[in-house]
């Protein structure tokens, strides 16, 4: 099954209802996912400011996909980024201003 998600409140309304078909509560999926019961609550509530990595922790307990779907155009750009892979961030430098 496909939903376009255009909101985070669509993302968290999925997860809700992919969690309850599954018959999972919040805090027990929050805690296989090991995540905290709040931040799964914020999840499925649509919170705008939620950590991207605990989320797709998630939907991947959940048994959710997450798929981005870009122009045919774009097929060989991407594919070039995946096979370059990413690249470490550098930390950012502590000078303090006198």
Do not use: C, N, W
């Not at 968290?12 to 999926?29: I, P, Y």
């Amino acid at each position: 099954m496909k939903k376009p998600i255009k909101t985070v409140a669509d993302l968290g309304l999925v997860l809700r209802g992919v969690r309850k078909s599954q018959a999972l509560r919040q805090d027990d999926l929050a805690a296989i996912s090991g995540v905290g019961p709040v931040f799964a609550s914020e999840v499925e509530r649509g919170k705008e400011s939620v950590h991207l990595g605990k989320v797709l922790k998630l939907l991947e307990e959940a048994g959710i996909q997450l798929v981005a779907e870009y122009a045919d155009s774009a097929k060989s750009s991407v594919e070039e980024q995946f096979a370059k892979g990413i690249k470490p961030v550098k930390p950012r430098s502590s000078k303090v201003a006198q």
